[in-house]
C-alpha cells in the first residue's frame, strides 16, 4: 500500500475550508491523504459573507461553517493559534510561531487577504477598527458601547456592511468614501448616484471625494478627522474598509513568485512557482488578477484538489466530479447580487461597458429608487453587463443571458423597462444543460435535475445534496425554477407512459 499524502492548507477561512471539504469527500474510500488544517485565527471557518448578520443576533456558532467534531470525524488535524512562520521548500515542512513543524507532500496556500489600512497619521489610535474577522466585529461591539458618532473609511461593498453594522449598534453614522460615488466597482456612476441617495434616505451621511489627511483629539467626540481641503469631521470610533490586500508574507519571504503589486501567481492548476506548493482565494494572482469574491475562490479549490488528486497518480480528474471544462481555472464570473441596508444591488460582467463597441440601455425610476442598466455587444444581440440598484428582480434573468451567450430575441430595453413590451424572461427549459445556476458552488442545471432525478424533490433536499443556493444565496429562486421543471418533466413522463398502457376491459 503506498504510504499516504501529507496535505498542509494554511489557512481556514471559507475556501481554505472548501478545499477540506472536497479533499476529505475524495479521501473517505482510500484514505489517501493525510490532512493538516493550520489556522492562525482561534476559530475554525465561519461565513465571512454573512458577517453583517452578526449585528442582528446571530452568534460566531451560528456562522461557524464546520466544528472540532465534524473535523475529527472527518480525521483532519487542526491547529488554532497556529499563524505559519517559515517554509522550509527544501525539505517541505512548515513551521508556527509555537514552534510546531508540519512535513508536506503538498502545501496549500490559503492564507486569504487583510484590510487595506491607508497611511493616515492617527490611523493606530484606539478606536480606529478594521471589518474582517468575528474578533474584529467584538471589537466594533465594544466600541460602540461609550459612543455616539461613527465613521467608515471606505464606501465598498465591505464599507457599506460596516456602516450598516454601525447604525445597527445606534450610531450616528458616516461613510467616507475617497472616490466620487459608492461602490466604484460594482456600480457605474448613475447606478452609484442612486444608491447614494438612497443610504443617505436611510439616515446615514455619505461624504464622497474627500480625502482624510490626519485623525486628531476631537473636541466634542474622541477624535476629530482632518479632510483635504479644511473642512472636519468629530467621531468617537472609525472603521478602516478602503480594499483589501492579499496575505501573501509567506510567500514574499520564501521566494514564491508574487505579482507586481502583491498576490501569489497561480498556473491554471493554482500550483505557484513552486510545484509543490498551491495557493486559492484572495491570496492567489491568476492572470494578473486578485478575484475578491468567494466563488472563485471555491473553484480555485476544486480545481487544487483535481490537481493534487492527479498528480499524485491516486486518482483522476474524472474521480472528482470535475467536467473537462473544468480541469483548469480560466477565470471567473464577477457577478454579485446583495441587499445593503435593505437596498437591493446587482451588478453583472461589464457593468461600465468598457468592452469595445458596447451599447447601454438605462431606465430609472427616481420616485421609486430604482435604476437599471444593460449593456450589450455592438449589434445589441448579446447582454454582456448589467447594474441594478433598488430592484433586483430581473438579476437571475439577466445573469443566465450574460453566462450563457444567450443571443437576445427582442429589444435590450424590454429587459428592464416594465410595459415596454413583452419582456424576454428565461425559463428553465430555455437554459443550456451546462449553464452554472449556483455560481458559488459552480453547481449547474443538469447537476440539480440528475439530483431531482435520484429523489431529491424539494429545495432543502436538493441544497443538501449539491450545495446549490447555500453560498450568498442569491440564485435560490432560479434553483427553486429548475428543481420545479424538473418535477414538470418527470410528471410528464410518467403520464405519457400511463396513457400508452392498454386499457383493462371489464371481466
Known amino acids: 500500500m503506498l504510504s499516504k499524502q501529507r496535505v498542509v492548507v494554511v489557512g481556514n477561512g471559507m475556501v481554505g475550508h472548501h478545499f477540506v471539504q472536497q479533499l476529505v469527500s475524495q479521501n473517505q474510500a ?50 488554532t493559534h497556529s499563524k505559519v512562520v517559515d517554509i522550509n521548500r527544501d525539505a517541505q515542512t512548515v513551521t508556527t510561531a509555537k514552534g510546531e513543524s508540519f512535513e508536506y507532500d503538498k502545501l496549500v496556500l ?37 459612543s455616539k458618532v461613527g465613521v467608515v473609511i471606505g464606501g465598498g461593498l465591505l464599507g457599506l456592511e460596516a456602516a450598516n453594522a454601525l447604525k445597527q449598534l445606534g450610531l450616528q453614522t458616516h461613510v467616507i468614501e475617497f472616490a466620487p460615488q459608492l461602490m466604484g466597482v460594482q456600480v457605474d456612476a448613475g447606478g452609484g448616484r442612486l444608491l447614494k441617495n438612497k443610504i443617505t434616505d436611510l439616515g446615514v451621511t455619505v461624504h464622497t471625494s474627500v480625502a482624510t489627511e490626519e485623525i486628531v483629539e476631537g473636541e466634542s467626540c474622541r477624535y476629530q478627522m482632518c479632510f483635504k481641503g479644511g473642512k472636519t469631521l468629530e467621531t468617537d470610533m472609525i472603521v478602516f474598509s478602503a480594499g483589501i490586500r492579499p496575505y501573501d508574507n509567506l510567500a514574499r519571504e520564501f521566494n514564491l513568485e508574487l505579482g507586481e503589486r502583491g498576490g501569489i501567481v497561480i498556473n491554471n492548476h493554482c500550483q505557484t512557482s513552486d510545484k509543490n506548493i498551491y495557493a486559492i482565494g484572495e491570496c492567489a494572482l491568476w492572470n494578473n488578477f486578485i478575484f475578491g469574491l468567494v466563488a472563485p475562490g471555491y473553484a480555485m479549490a476544486k480545481i487544487a484538489v483535481g490537481h493534487i488528486l492527479q498528480d499524485t497518480q491516486q486518482g483522476t480528474l474524472q474521480s472528482t466530479g470535475l467536467d473537462n471544462k473544468a480541469d483548469e481555472f480560466s477565470g471567473a464570473d464577477m457577478s454579485t447580487k446583495l441587499k445593503l441596508m435593505g437596498v437591493e444591488v446587482g451588478s453583472i460582467g461589464d457593468a461600465h461597458a468598457r468592452s469595445e463597441g458596447a451599447i447601454s440601455y438605462y431606465f430609472e425610476d427616481q420616485p421609486n429608487g430604482i435604476y437599471k442598466k444593460v449593456v450589450t455587444n455592438s449589434q445589441s444581440n448579446k447582454l454582456i453587463g448589467a447594474v441594478l440598484v433598488g430592484d433586483t428582480s430581473d438579476y437571475d434573468n439577466l445573469l443566465q443571458y450574460h453566462l450563457n451567450d444567450i443571443e437576445l430575441t427582442t429589444a435590450p430595453e424590454a429587459l428592464i423597462m416594465p410595459l415596454a ?21 459552480k453547481v449547474t442545471k443538469h447537476t440539480i435535475e440528475q439530483t431531482v432525478a435520484k429523489g431529491c424533490i424539494d429545495l432543502t433536499s436538493v441544497q443538501q445534496s449539491t450545495k446549490a443556493s447555500t453560498g450568498c444565496g442569491g440564485c435560490e429562486k432560479l434553483v427553486q425554477n429548475v428543481i420545479s421543471s424538473a418535477l414538470a418533466k418527470a410528471s410528464n413522463t410518467i403520464n405519457v407512459v400511463t396513457l400508452n398502457e392498454p386499457v383493462k376491459q371489464p371481466a
Open 421 to 441: 413590451g413583452e419582456i424576454a424572461e428565461l425559463s428553465a427549459d430555455d437554459l443550456p444543460d451546462d449553464a452554472i445556476i449556483c455560481a458559488c458552488h
Open 110 to 146: 490559503a492564507t486569504g487577504s487583510f484590510p487595506f489600512v491607508p497611511p493616515i497619521p492617527g490611523k493606530d489610535r484606539e478606536h480606529c477598527l478594521v471589518y474582517r474577522t468575528i474578533n474584529d466585529l467584538h471589537a466594533i461591539k465594544n466600541s460602540a458601547h461609550g
Open 30 to 79: 482510500d484514505e489517501q491523504f493525510e490532512i493538516t488544517v493550520l489556522s492562525g485565527e482561534d476559530r475554525l471557518a465561519y461565513d465571512r459573507v454573512q458577517l453583517s448578520s452578526f449585528f442582528k443576533g446571530k452568534t460566531a456558532d451560528d456562522l461557524a461553517l464546520t466544528c472540532n467534531k465534524t473535523y475529527d470525524d472527518w480525521q483532519v488535524r487542526f491547529h
